[in-house]
């Protein structure tokens, strides 16, 4: 059995490597003209292999104030920033969480949440994801209007 603790510690460890992968995605851009010599002025100690990302799905999403999605899950999961404004998520299960601009947020594969804006403020998002989307049912107004813990 894994630890609330050791849970904690991994799901950190991922965020942490999710995010990086998302910048080095946006320093190395994704323009298949950088050259090697290109990405050797770069880096030090070498050159990160790129990698096939066709399965990898990226979108900025603005959801008006008020907006957000069903239920739903991820067969691998989704990273989730807010980039401007201030959005929700929640667990299912869980309590409504409050996120503000540049703060990643990952729910791991199979767990149903929803997200999407304050009802006072757009959020613009950033999600990355892979695989297949399993969508359910819409969120009820007391679930999203219920009293979001700030992160």
Excluded: C
């Excluded at 239920?71 to 999961?77: R, V």
């Excluded at 929803?114 to 695989?131: K, N, S």
């Excluded at 359910?136 to 007391?142: F, G, H, K, S």
């Amino acid at each position: 059995m894994i630890s609330n603790k050791n849970k904690a510690t991994k799901k950190e460890i991922f965020i942490g490597i999710a995010s990086t992968i998302a910048f080095g995605w946006i320093l190395v851009g994704s323009d298949s003209s950088n050259t090697f010599a290109q990405q050797q002025s770069r880096f030090m100690g070498g050159n990160p292999q790129v990698h096939d990302s066709e399965a990898v799905q990226t979108a900025r999403l603005l959801f008006p104030a008020g907006v957000r999605s069903n239920w739903h899950s991820h067969s691998w999961g989704q990273l989730l920033m807010i980039e401007e404004g201030r959005g929700l998520a929640q667990d299912r299960g869980g309590v409504v969480r409050q996120y503000g601009p540049g703060k990643p947020f990952w729910t791991p594969e199979g767990v149903e949440h929803w997200h999407g804006a304050h009802p006072d403020e757009d959020a613009l998002q950033l999600t990355i994801y892979e695989g297949e989307v399993n969508w359910l049912e819409p969120v009820t107004d007391a679930e999203y209007r219920a009293t979001p813990v700030v992160q």
